[in-house]
Structure formats: structure tokens, C-alpha cells
């Protein structure tokens, strides 16, 4: 039994029982701690960390999806060079090279654009995508800017009107050119250009290149040539060009040229009278008119003397190079030999022999029913010289060549392909200083213009011809079968 009491008055509690205070008793509760309320910022970071960590695991996991199936080889079964036009986005990029069979998954290939962020550093034009290419690296073809290139070809010895024909038929080239290059400032090479490239740009690049070799070459000239600037070795130099096709001739045939500028010869080159003829047309379709070769034009070497007023073509690096250094000879003549190639004389008796190896390599060729091995066309074919009869000879100027020398060169520019005339013995030629009427029982009628050189006469009318003393004689050249057509360089004497 317990008592209380209040004020003084005590609370007494009754004692328990020894078995219930043996009992253990529960202890009290602890205190309540008062509840403070969270701030508002720390709670925003916890917020905001949570997140991130959430994207950071979805864009991981997804970075190792898109890499593992960007990295996988593609369809593509064999390589391919697709056109990516200009202003193509990330999207129509996929979509084309899905529909060229690149790629399988288009979406797969922009997510792995904008992961490897190549969105914004994809490049138009032609590239080449190789066999089973996976999607990572179609990107960094993409973004590589190394484009297919292709080879256009501009071959030596073109005139600037023919280099920009060719030009405009190229269906790689692009854009209009505003204005045809002067003749000769224009370097043939072999050039690389990506689809598209504009025409007039590969036109500046064609004339720097010509003005960085133009000035290389020039600066490596000999000290002793007969030319002065640099535009006058590339004006001979096309000349040389045009002259010959063979490499191995081109400073021989240039060293030419140069003793006549050195002697004050006239050049007499075929290809300067088509030039002076048609210009920048390059060629006349047929052979060179008799009456043409004495025509007067600017460029017209058998006229004019020295050096044309400009280049007739665009000369290669080599033919700049055998003007710049020429062959040290004392050759002032040369003629076909049949197989596209030249026989160079000294003298005129040499070139004589020459002429007549010629004419009887042409004959040969006549009764075998073979083409000329130089047919073609732009071509004049040189008369066969024959030494002047023992007369007084007119006086010559001190210090000049006599011009005897000069009339019956008839150069032959001995490219494949070039015309000459097929009959042994022309007609409309006349060979210094066989006068008119000498041969005996012909007559010889003023030349007919506007026939070929060697074509026949008007019917009714006789046949001109060039005075010739060994026609029908054991020293007919044409009678003689002795030359050996395998050796066109070894000119054998005449049978007696």
C-alpha cells in the first residue's frame, strides 16, 4: 500500500515483494531531440547530384552501345567513291549513304555523329569509302577533307584555245573561263583535282606552275644563247616542241635553231606557217599549200627572220630545258628519217643525201602498199636539194650567211602522224638554182594556188617538176636500194 503526500507531507511507496523486485524493470525512454527542418539548397544538391549520377550511368552505357555498334564493319562489299553534295546535313548524309549501302542504321550513325561530335566538321565532295567500312570511320572520312583526286592530263605542245576545249569537255570541272591565257603561259602537265573543282582555278594553277619553271629554267640557261628574255626561250622552245615528239631529240633540234639564230638563218619550221595560218586552232586538217609556205604572217619563219612574235604552243619543261641547254653541235639541217625521228646534217650536201634517203623510204613504202610512216597532216615535205650548177655566185654580205642556203630547207616537224607529201618528186618546187626549162622536153607552168604541194596537175596540163640532174642515172636515189632502213640514223653513200 502506498501513501502521498503534499507539501511537507512525503509520498511513500509500498514496498514490493522480494520476487518482484528481483524482476528486472524496462529503462525509461531517452529524451526526444527536437526536429530541425532541412535547408533548401542542400537539399537542391542532393537533388541535382542524384540526377547526374543517373545520366552519367544512362550516357555511359549508351556511349558503349553506339561505340561497339559504330565499330562493327559495315555492308558495303566492295569500295566506293559517293558524291556528298554541298550544304548536306548530318541527317541527309545518313539517309545517302543508307541508300548507297554504307551503312545499315542511319540513326546509329547520327547519334555517333553527335557523340564524337563530327556533326559540325563534315565536308562535301567525292570520297572514297572502302570495303565493309564501319560507321566511326565513314565519319572520319567525312571529316577528313582528303577527297578523291583525279588526273587530268594536258600533254605538251597545245595551243591555250585547244588546252581550254579540252577543259570545257571535262565533265569533273566546273564554271566558266572568263578569258583564254596568251599562248605559251600555260604549263602542260598531269594535274590532280577533286570533282567540282572550278576550270578557271586550274588555269591559275597551270600558269603559276609555268612561271615557277619558267624562271628555274631560265636562271640554268647556257650564257652564250642567242635569246635575250625568257619569253623568248619559251616562244622557241614551243617551237621545238611542235618540231618533234621524241624526247631524245628535243636539245639536238633545238641546238639548231640556235646555230641559225647564231648564223642569222632563217628558221624555216613547218608548224610556224600553221600558226601564222590558223592561230590558237592549233591545226589546219590538211597539208601545207604551197603558196602558204612563202605567205607572209608574223610567224611564218620561212619569211620572217628570227623568232615568231610569241610562242605557237605551250612547251613542256623539257623542251624549255633543251632550249636552256642545247646540244653543242654545228647541225643546221634536219629531215624525217621514217621512224619519227630526224637525220640532222651539217652541210647542205649532207641534208641533200638526207632528202633523198627520205624520198626513197617513201617510195619503198608506196610499192609495199604501206601508209607513210609519217602520215598525217600540217605537213610540208622538204624538195630534194640539188647542188647549184658551176656559176658565178652572187656576192654575199660580209658577216651573213649566203641566203642560197636557205630556200630549200623545208623543215620537217616530225611528230607521229604528220603528212608528207608521197610523191618522190613534187611538183610546184623549185630547187636552187635549177632554172626553168632546163630539164629538157618540160615545160613548167606557173604553180596552181590553192593545190598541195605535190598534188597532181589539172588534167590536159603537164606535170611540173623539180629540176633533178640524176633522175633516170645510176645516182638516182630512187634507183638505189642499198640504204639500210634498220639504221635511219647511218646515211650510206650513193651507188656509183
Do not use: C
Not at 630549200?408 to 610546184?428: C, H, K, Q, S, Y
Amino acid at each position: 500500500m502506498s501513501t502521498t503526500s503534499s507539501g511537507s507531507q512525503t509520498q511513500r511507496v509500498s514496498p514490493r515483494s522480494p520476487s518482484e523486485a528481483m524482476k528486472p524493470s524496462a529503462a525509461p525512454p531517452p529524451p526526444k531531440k527536437p526536429k530541425r527542418r532541412k535547408g533548401g539548397f542542400l537539399g537542391f544538391l542532393s537533388a541535382l547530384f542524384t540526377v547526374g549520377l543517373v545520366l552519367a550511368v544512362l550516357v555511359g552505357g549508351a556511349f558503349i552501345v553506339v561505340s561497339r555498334q559504330s565499330s562493327e564493319p559495315g555492308p558495303l562489299t566492295a569500295d566506293k567513291a559517293i558524291v556528298i553534295p554541298r550544304d548536306s546535313g548530318l541527317a541527309e548524309i545518313a539517309d545517302q549513304l543508307e541508300r548507297e549501302g554504307v551503312i545499315r542504321n542511319p540513326l546509329m550513325f547520327r547519334i555517333a555523329g553527335y557523340v564524337t561530335g563530327a556533326w559540325n566538321s563534315l565536308r562535301a565532295g567525292e570520297y572514297l569509302f572502302k570495303a565493309s567500312i564501319s560507321p566511326r570511320e565513314a565519319l572520319e572520312v567525312l571529316t577528313s577533307g582528303r577527297p578523291v583526286l583525279h588526273s587530268i592530263l594536258i600533254p605538251e605542245g597545245l595551243t591555250s584555245e585547244q588546252i581550254i576545249a579540252r577543259l570545257k569537255e571535262n565533265e569533273l570541272l566546273t564554271g566558266d573561263v572568263t578569258q583564254i591565257p596568251r599562248e605559251g603561259a600555260l604549263l602542260p602537265d598531269t594535274y590532280r583535282v577533286e570533282r567540282g573543282s572550278t576550270r578557271q582555278r586550274l588555269l591559275q594553277s597551270m600558269a603559276e606552275k609555268q612561271r615557277e619553271e619558267m624562271n628555274r629554267i631560265w636562271a640554268r640557261r647556257v650564257p652564250d644563247l642567242p635569246i635575250k628574255t625568257p619569253q623568248e626561250l619559251v616562244t622557241l622552245a614551243s617551237i621545238v616542241e611542235k618540231e618533234t615528239g621524241r624526247a631524245d631529240e628535243r636539245p639536238r633540234v633545238a641546238g639548231v635553231f640556235v646555230n641559225r639564230l647564231n648564223r642569222r638563218m632563217k628558221l624555216q619550221s613547218d608548224p610556224t606557217i600553221v600558226y601564222g595560218l590558223v592561230g590558237g586552232k592549233g591545226t589546219l586538217g590538211r597539208g601545207i599549200l604551197r603558196n602558204e609556205i612563202s605567205q607572209p604572217t608574223p610567224y611564218n619563219t620561212y619569211v620572217i627572220d628570227g623568232l615568231p612574235p610569241g610562242p605557237i604552243a605551250n612547251p613542256g619543261r623539257a623542251a624549255m630545258e633543251a632550249v636552256a641547254n642545247p646540244s653543242r653541235t654545228k647541225d643546221l639541217f634536219f629531215v624525217a628519217d621514217g621512224t619519227g625521228g630526224h637525220a640532222f646534217a651539217e652541210t647542205l650536201e649532207q641534208h641533200n643525201r638526207n632528202v633523198a634517203r627520205w624520198r626513197q623510204i617513201e617510195a619503198s613504202r608506196r610499192e609495199a602498199g604501206r601508209p607513210s610512216a609519217e602520215a598525217s597532216v600540217d605537213r610540208s615535205e622538204p624538195p630534194p636539194v640539188v647542188p647549184a650548177a658551176p656559176t658565178a655566185p652572187a656576192a654575199a654580205t660580209p658577216g651573213q650567211p649566203d641566203r642560197r642556203t636557205e630556200l630549200p630547207l623545208g623543215f620537217d616537224a616530225a611528230r607521229p602522224g604528220a603528212v608528207n607529201e608521197t610523191d618522190p618528186a613534187p611538183a610546184d618546187v623549185e630547187t636552187f638554182p635549177g632554172p626553168a626549162g632546163r630539164r629538157a622536153g618540160m615545160s613548167q607552168p606557173a604553180p596552181q594556188p590553192g593545190r598541195p604541194v605535190g598534188a597532181p596537175a589539172a588534167s590536159g596540163q603537164p606535170r611540173p617538176r623539180a629540176f633533178d640532174a640524176s633522175e633516170g642515172t645510176a645516182r638516182d636515189p630512187l634507183l638505189n636500194r642499198n640504204f639500210d632502213l634498220n639504221s635511219p640514223k647511218v646515211i650510206p653513200n650513193i651507188r656509183p
